[in-house]
Nanobody
């Protein structure tokens, strides 16, 4: 069955970096666009970034542009989000999702907390 499993979250100080990963199985990963979405405490879902199936085209929310980098390794069926210059407002549960519109499968999320 289709599975998306995020990992790599944690507690980081402001200005720090973190890379979260999303391991995928049960489908042909290289044939799908992939998305990162986050949900801050008490807020709704926020689209963060998208990468096309070939990895050549990427898109970012204005709030993370220039600080976050989405990438994928189709040989390893893994999606990544490298997060630099982290801010307290980046605190959220980060979800990976299959597809860019619609997003039909989601992982369980990984908590990222930015605090000193």
């Amino acid at each position: 069955q289709v599975q998306l499993v995020e990992s790599g979250g944690g507690l980081v100080q402001p200005g720090g970096s973190l890379r979260v990963s999303c391991a995928n199985s049960g489908f042909t990963f290289s044939s799908y666009d992939m998305t990162w979405v986050r949900q801050a405490p008490g807020k709704g879902l926020e689209w963060v970034s998208e990468i096309k199936m070939g990895g050549g085209n990427t898109y970012y929310a204005d709030s993370v542009k220039g600080r976050f980098t989405i990438s994928r390794d189709n040989a390893k069926n893994t999606l990544y989000l490298q997060m630099n210059s982290l801010k307290p407002e980046d605190t959220a549960v980060y979800f990976c999702a299959r597809g860019a519109g619609p997003r039909d499968y989601w992982g369980q999320g990984t908590q990222v907390t930015i605090s000193s």
